[in-house]
C-alpha cells in the first residue's frame, strides 16, 4: 500500500469515528440546552468551508446552523457594528458556525479600506468585551484561525480556476488578496494580539494539510465540550400488517424522473 492511500485509509477511518462523537456531543447540547458558537476565519482557500462540511455533514440541520453573512446592506452599515451578527447568535440547543464572522472588520475591511482607521481602532478595543457578554449570557465560544502558507494558496487558487465545480469559489477579493498578502498578515497580527485574551483564545489550525487540519480541527472542538452520552429508549421497528387494503394505481398515472444510466 502507497503512503498515500495509507494516509487517505487512516484520514477516512479518523474522521467517521469524529463525526459519530459530533453527533453524540449534538445530542448532549439539545438534550442540555447548550448553546455553542465556533467562529472559523483565515486566509482565503484556507480550509475553513472543507472543515465545517465535515463537522456538520452528519448533525441534525434543525439544531445546527451555518451562518456566512454577505457584505453588510446600507441600512445595516448605520447600525452598531455587532449588530447583525448578534440576530445568529444560538437559542438553547443549537450550534451556530460562523464562516467569517464580525472579525471581517479586522481582516478584509481593515486591508481594503472598507472601513476608517477609527472603526478599526474601534472594533479591535470593543471587541473583546463584546465576547464577554456573549460568554456571559452562556454561550461557549471557540475561534479558529486556519493557517495556509502562500505556496498552498496559490495552488489552491490555481485549483479553482481549473475546476469548473470550483470557479465561484474565486472572487475578485480573492485575486486582489494575492497582492496584499503583507497586510493581511500584519491585520491578522494585529487582530490576535488585541483579541486573543485568556476568556476567548484563539486556536490555530494549521491548513496546508486539509486533510490534517479537518481531523485536527473537528479534535480538539470535541475536546473543548465537556459532553456525555446521552440515554435513549431502545427503538423496536413496528411490524407491517400482511397484505394489501387498497389497489395502487397504475404507473402510467404519474410523472417518473428517466434513469439515464
Not at 59 to 78: F, I, W, Y
Not at 104 to 119: H, T, Y
Not at 136 to 163: H, P
Not at 187 to 213: F, G, R
Request: proline share 4%; glycine share 4%; charged share 30%.
Amino acid at each position: 500500500m502507497s503512503e498515500k492511500k495509507e494516509f487517505n485509509n487512516k484520514y477516512e477511518k479518523k474522521l467517521s469515528s469524529l463525526q459519530v462523537e459530533l453527533v453524540r456531543m449534538q445530542e448532549w447540547v439539545i438534550e442540555n440546552n447548550q448553546k455553542i458558537v465556533v467562529i472559523f476565519e483565515g486566509r482565503d482557500a484556507a480550509g475553513k468551508g472543507g472543515t465545517i462540511k465535515r463537522l456538520i455533514e452528519n448533525l441534525n440541520p434543525r439544531h445546527c446552523r451555518v451562518v456566512a453573512l454577505a457584505a453588510p446592506t446600507e441600512k445595516e452599515k448605520t447600525q452598531w457594528y455587532f449588530q447583525r451578527y448578534v440576530n445568529h447568535l444560538p437559542s438553547a440547543g443549537e450550534i451556530v458556525i460562523f464562516d467569517r464572522s464580525w472579525y471581517n472588520r479586522a481582516g478584509v475591511e481593515k486591508v481594503m479600506g472598507f472601513c476608517s482607521d477609527k472603526q478599526y481602532i474601534d472594533f479591535l478595543q470593543t471587541c473583546p468585551e463584546f465576547e464577554r457578554m456573549i460568554i456571559g449570557s452562556n454561550i461557549k465560544l471557540v475561534k479558529y484561525w486556519f493557517s495556509v502558507s502562500q505556496e498552498e494558496q496559490m495552488k489552491r487558487f490555481q485549483g479553482r480556476i481549473d475546476d469548473p465545480t470550483k470557479g465561484w469559489k474565486l472572487s475578485p477579493m480573492d485575486l486582489e488578496s494575492v497582492k496584499r498578502w503583507d497586510d493581511y498578515s500584519a491585520a491578522k497580527d494585529n487582530m490576535l494580539e488585541h483579541t486573543d485574551t485568556e476568556t476567548s483564545p484563539w486556536y490555530i489550525v494549521e491548513s496546508d494539510n486539509k486533510k490534517m487540519a479537518r481531523v485536527n480541527c473537528i479534535s480538539h472542538f470535541l475536546n473543548l465540550i465537556n459532553y456525555s452520552d446521552v440515554d435513549h429508549e431502545q427503538i423496536i421497528l413496528p411490524k407491517r400488517e400482511d397484505g394489501h387494503k387498497f389497489e395502487r394505481p397504475s404507473k402510467s398515472n404519474f410523472n417518473y424522473v428517466p434513469s439515464i444510466i
